[in-house]
């Protein structure tokens, strides 16, 4: 701000505070401008008395650079004129010695704009009588909008200093209904002084109503004749000429109605003046030819929504309970105006004769949505007839009518009703549709051009809203062209299903189901949906999806049918991978007995049920069954599969793991090089990941045998060649994590730390920063970060994990618990031991349920318990917690155990510190030198009497 300006300021500061009045809409006006920021904002807002909080704007005001025309601007755009004529007063006395201001050199103003045009040559008319033309008032409910009519001032207004071929022109788009007529309404009440009251509202749906409408304001309101000399009608192009002629020495604004055609529009703009007016156009087209300002209209916000709907219904605003049911209604209809306001219409009606509430007709909207959207909307003070059945009806038309691309269109957009309402890839539709790119691209242009659609060009997705989904579901069933559509949809979903459209394919699926013949014909699709969340390590959709899918599809085709059990397996599956390992258990052993029934005993498909039993066994360590289950499969398998089958080799593993964890480390050797050489020849190369995934397992053999020395070579070798031919396999960077655990246990903390970093690395690039795996790796970077005393960095390490897996894994799963674990042993750093030792007991406590007392990982927390209990100088107790692990381990496994070796050394390093600590008791002394003084006193006694 110049120093004129602010000296302006402070000489009128007391009259400015009287007169001003900092709202909502004047200080989101200069925010827009980067005049103030957000911390201005919050300090402003945090003010609550008026006129103090007028005194720190104009504080904060003149200290900003160029800040006293928009000031200026933002005074007129909330109409304070007290304001403006005491700031207006250094413009109109320039030559005032106290207001001199320099040579102007910036574009004009909104002030000097207005100023300059009311004291032209061209304005030679002495107030003369505003016209207002077929403008109808806003609807009494009118809610919310004022950033978009704040907006909407804004474009209009626009570079109006520049002159343009058409004029200064805005268009108000978005889908019918959402509001486009009321919201211009709304802003002519608010600033049609700025036209000086001159507003012509043309009826824009056609060339004939628009026709109508420039003769009929030329003839009956600004007395031009629609005649020529010779008393024949003039062409419309001279009456609408001769009509902007009238106004050009006028301000005024031009409205221009639900215009559908940009082409025939354009015979009715002022092309042909000189002066030309401010014109405002609705439509639910978006693309124009013209230089067009375009403002989207979405959807009311959910408090816009909640406002309109308590005020439609004169809702008291202490009922808190019905204010709750309008909170309700809204949502479910999607913000949406006309629909809310046909809810309000309805409910009102009916509150004529009974009492109806929201949450009744949330009720009937639920049965009769056909009926409710495409109800009437009664009472006076609603002036749009048509409901949003009729209203979508005449968009889809429009597009129908479109050569070449507008069936396609159509086409999409009965597909896509019936997929989820976000993040729809558009390649998927291509392959949906079978026609060429190209079409399908020029068909969703068509479709973004009337805002039935939005596209992310970044992401090449789109998104529909959820109400147009709704209607257009039920303008399907009308003509019983629903499961034509689903069975078209079904039939591409069979062929495959990609990471990003699984989410689709479930919502599909889920309409479908109402269809038994859909469900019997399509049986196989919700097991592949099931892995596809899988892969997208969505589990905990996997199981939601699969458990609602299971019951009504095994009373359409029973419990043993092929497609039940593959997607009961893939719920197991699911289960399984969230760490529900007793349901999954429980789940795979039901299913086992009727896959046998179904597909007999020696079936691959049965073996991959036992498989996983024998997986879920292993996990719990139950051993000793999960050994014998082993056995006997391996039985089976030998009778009907290959010798280098990998269903037998992945048993295989599975019978080593468990004979490794019953102590039993050289024939647990020995199985995995039996697969060893099973794989081998499946895979001459010697390359075959499966033969590096048991290589490592081996090493695993070794270090329980506590051959440390080899265990770690043999891993060091495996992982080497395996990042030589597959080095960004996830299962090569599994290696590399476990070498870094093992160099860890070792204390080679330094190579352990480089080498996880590295795999950290290359998880992120390869499966992102929220895969479980790379999660998993960070958190043991965060142990190394431990051990380095950066407590700080790897707190946060821990938290940011926990809460990427929490939501999908839940509480109970091993991921969770083993982070949760890290962030006890960093709190028993920093200071927060109690709460370090209560979160540790309630880990071991969800552990026992599902893994046993004899499970290592139940015995690897209660050794933590037992540090975090010496670190409290508690040694008693985490000598006795150690105890209850060595022989929980011993009475197990044996004395062979590898974790033995760890805790023997802790147990005589507590007993040594506790006897040094008796040593140090006032008592013990006292006892120790009595008993050496008895015994001294003996030891003479001894002596006289020998020696006597």
Same mark, same amino acid.
């Given at each position: 701000m110049e120093l004129n300006e602010q000296h302006h300021i402070t000489n009128h500061l007391h009259e400015l505070i009287d007169c001003t009045d900092c709202n909502s809409i004047l200080l989101a006006f200069l925010y827009a401008k980067k005049v103030v920021g957000r911390s201005d904002l919050a300090s402003l807002n945090a003010i609550a008395d008026r006129f103090e909080k007028s005194l720190a704007f104009y504080q904060l005001i003149i200290k900003r650079k160029d800040s006293y025309r928009f000031l200026l601007r933002a005074l007129e755009e909330t109409r304070q004129t007290g304001a403006i004529s005491i700031l207006n007063q250094i413009i109109e006395h320039p030559n005032d010695s106290s207001n001199q201001s320099p040579t102007r050199t910036e574009p004009l103003s909104l002030h000097d704009f207005s100023r300059d045009f009311e004291t032209s040559d061209l304005h030679n008319q002495n107030n003369p009588e505003p016209v207002w033309f077929d403008v109808r008032p806003p609807v009494k409910l009118f809610t919310g909008r004022k950033l978009e009519i704040l907006t909407l001032h804004e474009k209009l207004l626009q570079n109006q200093e520049i002159v343009t071929v058409v004029s200064q022109i805005a268009s108000v788009t978005g889908l019918g209904g959402i509001g486009k007529t009321e919201v211009c309404r709304q802003y002519i009440s608010q600033y049609c002084e700025y036209f000086d009251g001159n507003v012509i509202w043309i009826n824009a749906e056609s060339r004939e109503s628009m026709t109508e409408s420039f003769k009929r304001l030329a003839k009956s309101y600004l007395q031009i004749s629609i005649k020529d000399m010779k008393g024949k009608e003039k062409d419309i192009e001279k009456i609408v000429y001769d009509v902007y002629t009238f106004f050009q020495n006028r301000k005024s604004l031009f409205v221009f109605d639900n #215009?559908? /055609?940009? @082409?025939? +529009? @354009?015979?009715? %703009?002022? =092309?042909? $003046?000189?002066?030309?007016? &401010?014109? +405002?156009?609705? /439509?639910?087209?978006?693309?124009?030819? *013209?230089?067009? &300002? $375009? *403002? $989207? =209209?979405?959807? %009311?916000?959910?408090? @816009? #929504? +909640? @406002?309109?709907?308590?005020?439609? %219904?004169?809702i008291p605003k202490t009922d808190i309970e019905l204010i709750e049911e309008c909170r309700q209604l809204v949502l479910k209809l999607q913000c949406f105006p006309l629909a809310i306001q046909q809810a309000i219409s309805f409910i009102k009606q009916k509150q004529r004769v009974i009492s109806f509430s929201p949450t009744l007709y949330l009720d009937l909207f639920d049965e009769h949505s056909e009926t409710l959207l495409d109800s009437e909307i009664a009472g006076s003070f609603n002036s749009y007839k048509r409901t949003t059945f009729n209203t979508w009806q005449l968009t889809r038309n429009l597009i129908l009518s479109v050569k070449d691309k507008g069936a396609l269109a159509i086409k999409i957009l009965n597909l896509i009703s019936y997929f989820g309402a976000d993040n729809i890839p558009v390649n998927f539709l291509i392959g949906l549709t079978n026609c060429d790119q190209f079409q399908v691209l020029a068909s969703l242009e068509l479709l973004v051009k009337y805002s039935m659609i939005n596209t992310d060009p970044q992401q090449c997705t789109l998104s529909v809203h959820r109400l147009v989904q709704e209607v257009n579901r039920i303008r399907l069933k009308q003509s019983k062209d629903e499961q034509k559509i689903l069975a078209l949809t079904l039939q591409h979903l069979q062929l495959g299903i990609n990471s990003n459209a699984v989410d689709h394919a479930s919502s599909v699926w889920g309409f479908s189901s109402k269809y038994p013949t859909l469900v019997q014909e399509f049986a196989g699709l919700p097991s592949i949906i099931t892995k596809g969340y899988h892969e997208s390590q969505k589990f905990e959709e996997a199981q939601n999806f699969a458990s609602n899918c299971c019951d009504y599809m095994v009373s359409i085709l029973s419990d043993k049918n092929a497609d039940v059990l593959s997607l009961k397996f893939a719920l197991a599956t699911a289960l399984f991978q969230r760490g529900a390992l007793n349901e999954a258990l429980k789940l795979g052993i039901d299913i086992l007995e009727n896959a046998k029934q179904t597909f007999g005993e020696l079936n691959s498909q049965v073996f991959d049920i036992e498989n996983l039993v024998c997986e879920i066994l292993k996990l719990q360590e139950k051993n000793k069954e999960c050994r014998d289950r082993c056995k006997e499969l391996l039985r089976k398998m030998e009778l009907v599969c290959p010798r280098n089958d990998k269903s037998i080799i992945n048993t295989l593993k599975i019978f080593g793991s468990s004979l490794g964890e019953l102590g039993n480390y050289e024939e647990s050797i020995a199985v995995f090089e039996d697969a060893v050489s099973r794989a081998k020849t499946a895979d001459p190369t010697n390359n075959s990941m499966m033969v590096y995934r048991i290589m490592q397992n081996i090493s695993v053999g070794y270090r329980g045998m506590g051959n440390m020395k080899l265990g770690e070579k043999t891993l060091r070798e495996t992982y080497t060649q395996a990042n030589v031919h597959h080095a960004k396999h996830p299962s090569t960077l599994l290696m590399g994590q476990n070498l870094a655990i093992f160099l860890y246990e070792q204390g080679n903390y330094n190579e352990s730390y480089r080498i996880c970093q590295d795999i950290y690395e290359r998880r992120k690039q390869l499966l992102g920063l929220d895969h479980f795996d790379t999660i998993y790796t960070s958190c043991y970077l965060g142990k190394l970060l431990m051990l380095q005393e950066k407590y700080d960095e790897a707190l946060v390490i821990h938290q940011n994990a926990y809460g990427k897996v929490v939501d999908q894994l839940g509480d109970h799963n091993f991921l969770t618990l083993f982070i949760k674990r890290g962030m006890c042993l960093i709190w028993s750093k920093i200071g927060m031991k109690d709460e370090a030792l209560l979160t540790l007991h309630e880990i071991c406590a969800s552990l026992l349920v599902p893994y046993g007392e004899a499970s290592s990982h139940v015995c690897n927390t209660r050794i933590e318990i037992a540090e975090v209990l010496e670190s409290l100088g508690r040694d008693q107790e985490a000598l006795q917690v150690l105890m209850q692990v060595k022989n929980t381990l011993i009475s197990r496994y044996g004395d062979k155990h590898h974790s033995l070796v760890k805790i023997e050394k802790s147990i005589d390093r507590l007993s040594s510190m506790q006897l040094q600590h008796e040593f140090k008791r006032p008592e013990t002394k006292f006892h120790i030198y009595f008993v050496a003084a008895v015994v001294i006193s003996l030891l003479a006694y001894l002596l006289r009497y020998l020696y006597g």
């Open positions: #215009a559908e /055609s940009g @082409e025939y +529009l @354009e015979c009715f %703009l002022p =092309l042909r $003046v000189r002066k030309k007016p &401010h014109i +405002l156009v609705t /439509s639910r087209d978006k693309d124009w030819d *013209l230089d067009v &300002h $375009v *403002l $989207v =209209l979405k959807e %009311l916000t959910e408090e @816009e #929504a +909640l @406002e309109f709907t308590i005020k439609g %219904l004169n």
